[in-house]
């Protein structure tokens, strides 16, 4: 996508991201050029928000009256549940937000749009998921919303392995309980041949941290997928594609759903 | 100036500019150009906040780590002053700030920079101000900047007038015991001949504002300059052009502060 050039100006609407870190989100690079197309003039820029502040954040965010509304990474998903005036069935469900819009009222919405995202992103590069079994690493944030989105899109199973599995055994009850089925559960980061392989957790933001799984346990028959976009091929990426195994990178879950968003956040009149 | 395509990432530092309303604010065109040259990785753009609204919403930038100040316009000039957390001379004399920066500490230091920008854009425009009889409308916020401003750069004289006349003496009195000399005092909107007519209130930022002086009171011997830069010709300025005296718009105020406040807040270092 070529960046477009963007003109703000006095009547500039603003979405924000916020997270703690931030340098690492691709939103703005990815939605920015889209907003252009539409014609809409709102830019997307990144605000760095710790846990700490989030709550005095918010209430600022708030009398901003030319701020549609931001998108929500690490570590705030969970946190923006309380904080919302309102929440999506799906945001509710999943137990995590990525997107907040305000609403015609003048309220905060909580959306979630990381599975639908993440789906997208794969079935964009060619990979069907319906029949799949699957293998998680993480079962927070991104993890519940992805797993959600599993099992609507038809894969056969999901195994969560989580650093607290109770967090893991919860997430897979949750899931079962909602599609009425028996598709997930809580289990090790032991990959099977075949399966798709998924990083839902942060190690790989920072070039320090260990790797997710034992990249010497996956082979050529699996899928490897990331839901972090920078490094766009983190190393587990690299490992796994050594090993011979299809690699996903994070960069088509933002890819999958930004387009939904901008669509999703150009749509209400907002005052200004 | 050509207008140069901002490449918004995770890494962009956000400069906010506030108040109510906001979007006759020229700074995020005019500065943004002036950050992408400098090859700062920093946008500015509007933050639309009521007077009732900036408490909350000053603590809520504050939390926002990337973001490494905001320029101020009305109606929140004077209430920066209890906000921030120290002030520049300049700012504490004139008793508004236009621009507020966070230091490397993290604490938010206010500034003024509308007297220099008035006067710089002036004289960018081969208007001289030395032994100039000057007459300004307003009291407030722009107004008391300009005031300094002039007596600083050698103005013969200024006569304020005031819709409430004991701001416009308050106004005269500080100046000149600022500068030494006798050189404003409170007056009526009565211009005289030869002399620099100055609206500096918000009279024209509206299309249904009356005019903040009559007319048909001035002639071709006379300069007429604006604070307001939007409309860039106001009401005032195209009715004292017909009459045939020298105009000035508010842009040049704006234009002649801009690289200053974009050295100003490119500067230091603020964490991300």
Known sequence: ???SPIAVDGSTRIMGVI???IVQVMTPQTINPIFAARGAN???VPLHIGARELDT???GLKAIRNLIGFGITLPHKQAALRLCDSL???AKQVGAVNVVRREADGSFRGYQFDGKGFVRGLKGQ???LSGRHCLMVGAGGAAIAIAFALAEEGAASLSIANRTPAKAEALAAAVNRAVGRSFARSGTAQPEPGQIIINATSLGLSASDPLPLAANLVD???LVAEVIAKPEITPLLEAAG???ASIHSGIHMIRGQVDLIAAHMAEPQTET
Chains 1, 2 share one sequence.
């Open 220 to 222: 050529e028959t699996m």
């Open 57 to 59: 954040a918010w209430a």
């Open 88 to 90: 999506d069935p799906l």
């Open 126 to 128: 060619g990979h069907a």
């Open 42 to 44: 709102i830019v997307c």
């Open 1 to 3: 996508m070529v960046a």
């Open 19 to 21: 997270g703690d870190p």
């Open 242 to 244: 050594a090993r011979g």
